[in-house]
């Protein structure tokens, strides 16, 4: 072996493959002279040293169909091409992502992420604790992502970090009612940011409200509210009283220590008098009325204030509205078109075709096929209104009354120049909806759609017999288009679930 160097490999038979026999001392002798070049020894002629090329295989091909399991990632990830696929890229996320993690997962799956290592041990009870807990009869067995009342103490005790968010449902159970106490009471429960209490028509403890100045959130349900215990809400956004009874000076104070208050939803609320709102800050409401009682709800001063919803108003003749002053209003509905109750003020003047509401842009509207001049007596308040919601229904018929009839002779405004869509749910094609439907297609001027949701799949046969049933031939705006969208799950006015969602521009447009 030269120094440093490594043993030759052994020429190959060209043949074969194997290693060529070692020449001897005769067959050295006659091989051609060596020549020497810059210290290197040059053999004329001199076998490869490399093998001759191989026969390439070729590669097996794909069966037509058929799919290799894990496709390109899954054999990175078993030939080890990936380098760091199998590297746990949850843990190297920092301690506080990890515990705003654990803080959105329901209590019993954010308590099992203790047995994962040490570390999430730790994580857990520095975490922002989200506790769930329902009580329910004995035969009804509790969710898997709540816990029950005997088993909140102990998580009390061994989670040393702050709480987020507190889900405390019971029946009218004293025992667990006395339990409330200590856990309201106690310093893990201290700075709350949302809860949801529930008390089986219980009086409201006044230790549920110890966390009010770091409140988010608030949902109270299934309780009497009394008003001489309400404090402040500095931070408080979303507001929700679901089955409450509260005196009106109550909930006049109630409203005037949440300072930051952006949406507040009503729904069932006994009161005795009428529920005045004033709020600087307010921003959208939803209302529900409370059956067969008489309900009055008054919005007094809300400058900021831009939607105001009414989901599942049935009971129209029991409802009183009021808007008093709003300047920002946008937003108004569901309403049914024969009820007179609802009242629109500009300060202390009525709404009239002389004082009307400029700033509504969208209105949704409950209607039954005949009652079209009741809508058109409507849209003269809001003579800068945009876009229109009717949704059909023959409930709607039973509150028959004399109506005005629509005089060509005074025109409403919003169909000269400002209403360019229109929504009808729940069409039927048929009847009174069509004629409905048609006095918007030969008279909406400015209209750009026009959009049918209705049960079913509608054929092009079907869509061209609605289209002669609607003139839409002799259209007041050329420009308008018709859409007929299937709607398979029977479809109610909703928009509850968006009092809260501010982000969301148009409450009533369903997906």
Known sequence: ?????????????????????????VERARQPPVARCGGRILRPNRPSRQPPAMEKKEAPRATPGKREPGGIAGKQARTGDCGEAAEDFISRLPDAVLCTIISLLPTKDGGRTQALSRRWRRLWRSAPLNLEVLTRPPDDPIPTHSVTPSAVSDIISRHHGPARRFYFHCLRDDEVYAQAETWFLSRAL??????????????LLPSALRAAPTLLVAKISHCDLPGEIVPDFPLLKQLTLLYVSISADGFHTLLSSCHALESLCMSQVRAAGCLRVSSPTLRSIGFRDNHSEETELVIEDAPRLVRLLLPYCYQDDCVTIRVIWAPKLEIMGPFAAFVSKVLLFQRKSPVSSANSMHTVKVLALRS????????????????????????????????????????????????????????????????????????????????????????????????AFQHRLLHVKNRASRDAQFEFRSMRVRNKYLGDEHIHDLSVADPFRQP
């Open 368 to 463: 039954s096929g005949d009652k079209l001049h009741a809508v058109l007596n409507i849209l003269r308040w809001f003579p800068c209104l945009e876009k229109l919601y009717v949704t059909f229904h023959k409930r709607y018929e039973m509150g028959a009354k004399d109506e005005p009839q629509y005089d060509p002779r005074h025109p409403i405004e919003c169909l000269q120049t400002h209403l360019k869509n229109v929504v009808f749910k729940l069409y039927w094609g048929n009847g009174k909806q069509v004629d409905f439907a048609r006095f918007f297609v030969l008279n909406a001027e400015v209209l750009n759609k026009i959009e049918f949701e209705v049960h079913g799949d509608y054929s092009s046969e079907s869509v």
């Open 190 to 203: 201290a700075n709350l940011q949302e809860l949801d209490a529930s008390y089986g028509n219980l009086p």
């Open 1 to 25: 072996l030269r120094r440093g160097g490594r043993r030759p490999t052994p020429a190959l038979h060209p043949g074969s493959g194997l290693p060529a026999p070692t020449p001897s001392r």
